[in-house]
């Protein structure tokens, strides 16, 4: 018996293959995107995803498509439980990359609480441009007569972040000097990553649209992961870390491959000495392959090897 196979299951069973395959390789991807490279409308789309999932290959979420099990919600601590945790270390990143942004740049901004204590030392830099798609870090800043705030459209996340379509659509028409970004975590091997698709989503834009790209992160983000890569590491232009970072093992070796993939690492200083230009030496690190870290400077710098 002949089995009859016309032109359209064909191309439908080759579309889904290639969506189950970039869903595998990237965590989650929005429908946007999977039509964009299947080249074909979000309505067929939708509909090849509804099919996978019936099939028990991936999970359908607002707006896009998950692996098996995944979950469009962060889980774990809510935003205003995360704007508890290292506050020290997060409160030195923000003094820290502040410095990077000078009168008159424009710079994107994406959701998070380092990155909201980040904007709020934007408030005093004039004629800075601030484009987000964070509700919070636009209240932060709503005062900030010499600061302008550009917010995007989308929809209202959980956390605060405007997410979707719109969102991304209005940041890919937009082109800045430097994207600052945080996560879930940071590791050399996979980049910067979080919790949230939607979130995901708008960040990679951002990536996209933006010269450089900055990540805040504080010393317990490194080595970590979450569900879904934002910034690949060989994107990832200068990390703002603290000095907390080289005291672990496991972190400062961490560093040193971020480094050798030729990311600039940059060590805020944490505690009494923090916000002078002279602090204690960094604690010594045991893995032999990190760079030495100079003691009397505002922040250290890990140099990347060359190749």
């Known amino acids: 018996m002949v089995t009859r196979v016309t032109v359209g299951s064909v191309f439908a069973a080759e ?5 189950l395959e970039m869903v595998r390789a990237n965590g989650a991807v929005s429908l946007r995107e999977l039509a964009r490279v299947v080249q074909t409308s979000e309505v067929t789309v939708r509909r090849d995803v509804r099919a996978l999932e019936a099939e028990g290959l991936l999970d359908r979420r607002h707006g896009g498509a998950v692996l098996p099990g995944g979950s469009s919600r962060e889980p774990g601590y809510s935003y205003s439980q995360k704007t508890l945790l290292a506050p020290v270390e997060k409160n030195a990143i923000a003094d820290l990359a502040a410095g990077l942004v000078q009168a008159g740049d424009t710079i994107m901004v994406g959701a998070g609480t380092t990155t909201l204590e980040f904007a709020r030392r934007l408030a005093r830099i004039p004629e800075v441009t601030v484009v987000t798609n964070s509700l919070p870090i636009a209240l932060a800043l709503a005062h900030a007569n010499r600061v302008e705030v550009v917010m995007t459209g989308g929809t209202l996340s959980s956390g605060g972040a405007l997410v979707g379509s719109d969102a991304e659509d209005m940041l ?8 600052f970004l945080s996560g879930g975590g940071l590791t050399a091997e996979r980049g910067l990553s979080t919790a949230t698709m939607l979130c995901a989503s708008v960040d990679r834009v951002m990536v996209q649209s933006a010269a450089e790209v900055i990540v805040l992160a504080d010393h317990t983000k490194l080595g970590a992961q979450s569900m879904f890569p934002t910034v690949p590491t060989e994107a990832i232009t200068r990390l703002v870390t603290d000095q907390h970072a080289t005291a672990d093992e496991r ?27 002279i602090h204690d030496q960094v604690a010594p690190v045991t893995q032999p392959r990190l760079v030495p870290l100079p003691a009397q400077r505002r922040s250290a710098h890990l140099p990347a090897r060359r190749r």
């Open 15 to 19: 579309r889904r293959q290639l969506i």
């Open 172 to 179: 890919r028409e937009m082109r800045t000097g430097k994207a």
């Open 251 to 277: 972190t400062a070796f961490e560093l040193q491959a971020l480094a050798d993939c030729g990311v600039q690492i940059d060590l805020a200083p944490l505690g009494p000495a923090a916000g002078s230009h």
